[in-house]
Antibody, heavy 130, light 108 residues
Framework: QVQLQESGPGLVRPSETLSLTCAVSGGSVNRAYDHWNWIRQPPGKGLEWVGALDYRGSTSYNPSLQSRVTITAATSKNQFSLKLTSVTAADTAVYYCARERVEGHFRGGRRVYTNYGMDVWGHGTTVIVS | EIVLTQSPGTLSLSPGVRATLSCRASQSVDSKYLFWYQQKPGRAPRLLIY???NRATGVPDRFSGSGSGTDFTLTISSLEPEDFAVYFC?????????FGQGTKVERK
């Protein structure tokens, strides 16, 4: 059973870099064809997708954050990380990591993919920028 | 980017009644990539529905999803006390992944 655990500083100064890590247990960040996501939720607000890393190490980011965000994997440690530079109070949020399960199988001679959604989430970690 | 608009913002209902939540997309969404999540206070979201209408593992059959194109619906056939929560739709038909703003189902 896959479990995720976020870790990192709970307080970051304005203009500095927010760094969080998500440790994966019971599964592998290399597992084909999964995606590993960061999502955040400002106090009292909805969910905002930050970015994702796939099993090959390819990344995609929210365009609104693209210039400031980097997601990387440390496969030897079975974890992935988020860095967000030049933070402001608007980056104050609960940050979640989540596994997006994707399965691939052959159908009619072609590989097809089924996306089962973000089925495993960490508990979330609160980051305050102040 | 595909904008998802959920309605209503808040649904005030009593246990035992049917709840119908709407998620409207700003452009067509491939139904394979429309998802619903439930979130309770202080907790991480929980996946309910994937591919518009498929229940995730362990999700009771009182939850059902439907829709196509730009209009999607989550239905809870008979509200149980544990169903009072916030519900989010999410799409990955095109990047970036986006979430709706949420519908709060509160006890009347």
């Amino acid at each position: 059973q896959v479990q995720l655990q976020e870790s990192g500083p709970g307080l970051v100064r304005p203009s500095e870099t927010l760094s969080l890590t998500c440790a994966v247990s019971g599964g592998s960040v290399n597992r084909a064809y999964d995606h590993w996501n960061w999502i955040r939720q400002p106090p009292g607000k909805g969910l905002e997708w930050v970015g994702a890393l796939d099993y090959r190490g390819s990344t995609s980011y929210n365009p609104s954050l693209q210039s400031r965000v980097t997601i990387t994997a440390a496969t030897s440690k079975n974890q992935f990380s988020l860095k967000l530079t030049s933070v402001t109070a608007a980056d104050t949020a609960v940050y979640y990591c989540a596994r997006e399960r994707v399965e691939g199988h052959f159908r009619g001679g072609r590989r097809v993919y089924t996306n089962y959604g973000m089925d495993v989430w960490g508990h979330g970690t609160t980051v305050i920028v102040s | 980017e595909i904008v998802l608009t959920q309605s209503p913002g808040t649904l005030s209902l009593s246990p035992g009644v049917r709840a119908t939540l709407s998620c409207r997309a700003s452009q067509s969404v491939d139904s394979k990539y429309l998802f619903w999540y439930q979130q309770k206070p202080g907790r991480a979201p929980r996946l309910l529905i994937y591919g518009t209408s498929n229940r995730a593992t362990g999700v009771p059959d009182r939850f059902s999803g439907s829709g196509s194109g730009t209009d999607f619906t989550l239905t809870i056939s008979s509200l149980e006390p544990e169903d009072f929560a916030v519900y989010f739709c999410q799409q990955f038909s095109s990047s970036p992944r986006t979430f709706g703003q949420g519908t709060k189902v509160e006890r009347k």
